[in-house]
């Protein structure tokens, strides 16, 4: 089943070419950055710990578990009225209805420049009108997505504390905002904001506790030598993928790089 989100980094891509990395027999499922949840939806595990900081995201996620129907209806109206103005109007505007605020946010990531969730300083959401104008989409299948999300916690929370209760024989998928040492690409500059390098460190130390617990991991991270280290000093075992980026509004920037998958535990 796919994710109802576009998302920037989303892991679309390594289901479609490396979900054999993904253990098979596991216990319970851990994300602790949620994003778009594809690697979820794509298990649909009996037990799940959903975990982000975006509490916008979070929001979304319990809003469809909650009452599908409403945030659907909401959508509807959406669609009828989408323009580039009512993009706008909507953008500038704030919900308090779960079902309302989970529908916005939903039509935000769906009509917004390549599904990018970005802040000001004032925590707005600041992304300009992309091309897509497609707000309710054939697939879409929300009854189905909440019966999914009926299995899972969700939780607006730091990665440490969710990966601390992962125990043997549970999986932890870690997808983090890709962050690196010393590094002045744009993106993961914009990510520093987010997920520091002390951020990344912490996260290596979290997970290595969990190795040692008997947890089976699957990270994803920037192809860079100071995540390597971070993890070949614990004995992680390291493999290196390919994909294609779409990210960038210059298409001579759109073009495939590196990434790591990082194991441990592995059946």
């Not at 690697?39 to 319990?62: C, E, K, R």
């Not at 999300?149 to 209760?165: G, M, N, Q, T, Y």
């Not at 994909?243 to 001579?252: E, N, T, V």
Request: net charge positive; glycine share 4%.
């Amino acid at each position: 089943m796919d994710s109802f989100l576009r998302w920037a980094g989303g892991k679309r891509w390594f289901l479609a070419k490396h979900f054999d990395l993904i253990p098979k027999n596991f216990n319970q499922y851990f994300e602790p950055f949620l994003g778009s949840g594809s690697v979820f939806f794509f298990l649909a595990p009996m037990n799940a710990f959903l975990g982000d900081l975006n509490g916008d995201l979070i929001s979304a996620f319990q809003a469809i578990k909650d009452d599908w129907k409403r945030v659907y209806d909401f959508l509807k109206i959406h669609q009828s009225n989408h323009s580039k103005s009512y993009y706008y109007k909507l953008r500038a505007e704030e919900s308090i209805d779960a079902a309302e605020k989970a529908a916005r946010f939903i039509y935000l990531n769906r009509t917004c420049f390549n599904g990018i969730y970005r802040v000001n300083s004032q925590g707005k959401f600041n992304v300009p009108k992309g091309t897509m104008d497609a707000v309710l989409l054939e697939k879409d299948n929300f009854e189905m997505i909440s019966s999914c999300l009926a299995k899972a916690e969700l939780r607006r929370v730091d990665f440490e504390s969710l990966i601390a209760e992962a125990k043997r024989g549970d999986l932890i998928f870690s997808d983090p905002p890709y962050t690196v040492r010393h590094n002045n690409n744009g993106f993961i500059s914009y990510n520093e904001k987010l997920f520091s390098w002390e951020d990344q460190i912490r996260l290596a130390e979290s997970l290595h506790k969990a190795k040692k617990r008997g947890v089976k991991i699957v990270l994803t991270n920037a192809n860079n030598h100071s995540i390597r280290e971070l993890y070949e000093k614990n004995d992680f075992l390291i493999k290196t993928v390919s994909r294609y980026s779409s990210i960038s509004a210059l298409p001579q920037n759109r073009k495939q790089f590196e990434e790591l998958v990082i194991l441990a535990n592995q059946d």
